[in-house]
């Protein structure tokens, strides 16, 4: 390869320009990505506003919400890029790009940097309507929930371009989405705490980032520092999305046949 062929910022730069302004005019997704997640939230804090809860014990609402904020960016996320990454591709724009110097790599981080921008936006946004409009109660630091919610969400991006290697058709794309995401909601503690779990399903929860997002999230709901456990989370959780990226840049397809 070519150094030409090398990751370069400039050209990342410009791609992340590029998305960012496809996004501006798709309306749609943008209320997806924006106005979705708070209205889910919305559905849960109605769900479960007049559920009596234990004393001594946080509110239903408040504890799983709370996760919610970091489980709903990263499902919408995945959606949203895997799709727009098939199209790119069936369209024929991801061949005509890709005998430019631009990289693989120089694509896939312009596209997390432009959907980590929307999600920075989006967790911001949700935050702020969860924490007024319905009265979510974090004792820590709500600017940590937004970095936990974004740095997941960018987990989903880099798991949707990831995903979208495998799909030929938009239809594929969006089965691909229960196969992905439906085992790390069941596995992460959210329905069943982990240490409940037979030993064989904790492995496999182990081995799922959101686990440790939700982890995460947990640890800022009931602590007021932020605590070591949660930092090492967002680790693991920032880690496990630059694999997909790598691994995306690497089964990256130039058509789909």
């Known amino acids: 390869m070519s150094a030409t ?3 370069t910022a400039g050209l990342t730069l410009a791609t992340t320009t590029r998305v960012l302004r496809q996004l501006r005019h798709d309306h749609r997704t943008i209320a997806m990505m924006l106005v ?3 209205l889910l939230l919305g559905l849960l804090y109605l769900l479960w506003r007049d559920v009596p809860t234990v004393p001594g014990q946080p509110d239903t609402f408040d504890r799983v919400g709370l996760t919610m904020l970091g489980v709903f960016p990263f499902v919408v996320m995945f959606l949203v890029t895997s799709i727009a990454m098939l199209r790119e591709r069936t369209s024929g724009t991801l ?3 890709l005998t430019t110097p631009l990289s693989r790599l120089d694509l896939l981080l312009g596209y997390g940097l432009a959907f980590g921008l929307a999600a920075a936006l989006q967790a911001i946004g949700t935050v702020t309507v969860a924490t007024t409009l319905y009265d979510l109660d974090v004792a820590g630091s709500l600017w940590l929930v937004v970095l936990i919610a974004v740095v997941d969400a960018v987990l989903g991006v880099a798991l ?4 979208s290697a ?3 058709s938009e239809f594929q794309a969006v089965q691909l989405m229960p196969v992905v995401v439906l085992p790390h909601f069941f596995l992460c503690g959210l329905l069943v705490p982990r240490e409940q ?3 064989w399903l904790q492995a496999i929860s182990d081995a799922l980032p959101l686990t440790y997002a939700v982890e995460a999230l ?3 709901g009931r602590s007021v520092e932020a605590t070591g456990t949660m930092w090492t989370d967002v680790g693991i959780v920032s880690g496990a999305a630059l694999l997909a990226l790598a691994l995306a840049a690497a089964t990256l397809r130039r058509r789909t046949d």
Not at 160 to 163: E, P, T
């Open 197 to 199: 779990m037979a030993g």
């Open 160 to 163: 949707g371009l990831l995903a």
């Open 218 to 220: 947990r640890e800022v």
């Open 166 to 168: 495998f799909a030929r």
């Open 95 to 97: 061949e005509r790009l």
């Open 36 to 38: 979705l997640p708070s």
């Open 5 to 7: 062929r090398h990751l």
